[in-house]
């Protein structure tokens, strides 16, 4: 799962990049700059079944440079990577500012060019779909012209300011884009790249109008990673920093992505299946090998927090707690599943 890391220049991608990778100011940042979401529960599962052997799913960062800045106005080019991409970071400078309102601004100047690249990949789309009328039988004009209807209607939301990640589909109305790969259809998210003055001041109302946006000292974090732990705890403290931000960071990237993970538990590895929220049984099994989905016969699945509580497979199923069910199962967070398949 890939996101792309999009920002001003100046405005720190690679800093930040590297201090969720935890490198230092001189390291040389990898072409794809990958990293665990790291789960406790996985560990809480470890820790009764006498093994650390913990396997996480991860995200991919890929930094983009492809935001210009010309005369003021950005300019936005290599499209076809952003379009490629799961969702969009957004790297905001949030230091060595005058005012906050420039916050605003460059998130602002960024959202537009996607909004605009949107806007004309839309245009080339409705005038391939008007051509390849051509030759069609009624039936086939209808649902072409029913499709160029809801693009006009994507088309006429961009022109109004709005990512399409906001629009309001009607049901069945985004499988017919599919393929399409637009841009602000994706989950787009803000880093507020960050200096301690900006934290100690975390009520700023100017950064209130993006509910996805995250507040991270990229430079700060980098350098206390290169300290002691205990050095590091303590410099948190003081500045009232928590130290589990990029760990939260990171659940929240995913979590935002619509993404949950479903736990399996074998005495030789303990693994996080990373699936979409409302994947049934049968998606899940997919996941892990095509012949386990093709062999269905059962999911047999414990709640998490039964499972820590009892202790193990076998005080679950003596205590009834092991359900049986079928391939429609919507997989919830964090259940522990065993496929049985022929």
Request: charge should be negative; glycine fraction near 6%; proline fraction near 2%.
């Amino acid at each position: 799962m890939n996101i792309a890391v999009l920002g001003l220049p100046q405005s720190g991608k690679s800093t930040f990049l590297k201090s969720i990778l935890s490198l230092s100011d001189s390291d040389t940042l990898p072409d794809y700059c990958n990293i665990k979401v790291e789960d406790n529960r996985l560990k809480q599962v470890g820790e009764l079944l006498g093994h650390n052997n913990l396997t996480y799913p991860e995200i991919s960062f890929t930094e983009l440079d492809i935001l210009t800045l010309n005369s003021k106005n950005t300019e936005l080019k290599g499209i076809d990577s952003l379009q490629k991409s799961y969702g969009i970071l957004l790297v905001i400078k949030c230091f060595e500012i005058e005012n906050s309102s420039i916050i605003t601004s460059d998130i602002n100047q960024i959202i537009t060019e996607l909004i605009v690249s949107d806007t004309i990949i839309i245009e080339n789309i409705i005038e391939r779909r008007l051509k390849s009328l051509k030759g069609k039988t009624k039936q086939e004009i209808e649902l072409v012209n029913t499709e160029i209807e809801l693009l006009n209607s994507l088309k006429n939301h961009l022109e109004n300011g709005s990512a399409l990640n906001s629009y309001k589909f009607k049901e069945g109305e985004l499988n017919k884009l599919t393929g399409y790969n637009l841009i602000t259809l994706k989950p787009i998210f803000v880093v507020l790249n960050s200096d301690t003055e900006l934290i100690e001041n975390e009520s700023n109302e100017n950064l209130t109008d993006y509910s996805s946006n995250f507040l991270y000292p990229s430079k700060l974090e980098m350098e206390l990673s290169e300290l002691p732990k205990i050095e590091s705890n303590e410099f948190r403290e003081s500045l009232n920093i928590n130290a589990n931000l990029k760990y939260n960071l990171i659940k929240a990237l995913f979590e935002g992505m619509g993404k949950i993970i479903f736990i399996t538990a074998g005495d030789q590895e303990i693994r996080a299946w990373e699936i979409e929220k409302g994947d049934t049984a049968l998606i899940s099994a997919s996941k892990i090998h095509s012949d386990i989905s093709k062999g269905f016969i059962r999911a047999e699945v414990i709640e998490f927090d039964t499972f820590l509580k009892l202790g193990s497979w076998n005080e679950c199923k003596k205590e009834g707690k092991v359900k049986g069910n079928g391939k429609e199962y919507v997989v919830n967070d964090g259940d522990i599943i065993n496929f049985l398949h022929s």
